[in-house]
């Protein structure tokens, strides 16, 4: 009688916001090469985990998180992305830069601006701000003033997976949230 036995490995990390504070009941989602989808929630300190996953296999792991639209909006926003255009204040961060492409134009614009301020107004818009953008924590970006070129920021990718990975991290910033004071935990 032959008798066939096979690994089992684990996928797991934290989903945090640029401040480092844990991002809970974010969904995050796992791919499997067959194309299965999988997924599960972050806990209140903002971990994950896949359990039970064969080996040899390829996965692709993302995260998303949808809230209240002006959870972390306010006119503070709206002045610190003014001010980046108008180039008093840089904005370094290229997870925030990404972030505050509102209307997802691969730059940062007064239309960015008008729509910022449509939804602080609470004046509907034609486009979704309500969610959260999460990048692999560990990606970095060849041209950090210009994110927005570069997807393969947003997952991350295992090729033929032999063993278990510990720090599949991501970090998140809320469209539209120049100052992250986002609530990381509401709904």
Not at 110 to 121: A, E, T, Y
């Amino acid at each position: 009688m032959v008798t066939s036995t096979f690994s089992q490995i684990s996928i797991s990390g934290s989903v945090t916001n640029i401040m480092g504070s844990g991002i809970c009941k974010a969904t995050v989602q796992l791919k499997d090469s067959v194309g299965n989808l999988f997924t599960t929630l972050t806990d209140d300190n903002g971990n994950y985990q896949f359990s039970n996953l064969p080996t040899n296999e390829n996965y692709i792991v993302n995260v998303e998180k949808v809230n209240a639209s002006l959870d972390g909006i306010s006119t503070f926003d709206f002045l610190l992305i003014n001010k980046h255009i108008l180039g008093e204040l840089v904005i370094q961060n290229p997870f925030s830069l990404y972030a505050l492409d509102v209307d997802n134009s691969k730059s940062l614009t007064v239309m960015d601006l008008s729509l910022l301020r449509r939804v602080i107004l609470n004046i509907p818009i034609p486009i979704s701000i309500n969610r959260w953008l999460f990048f692999n924590s560990n990606y970095v970006f060849p041209d950090p003033m210009m994110p927005w070129n570069y997807p393969d920021a947003t997952v991350r990718a295992y090729r033929n997976l032999t063993e278990s990975i510990e720090n599949a991290n991501f970090i998140g910033n809320k469209i539209g949230d120049a100052n992250n004071s986002a609530n990381s935990c509401e709904n």
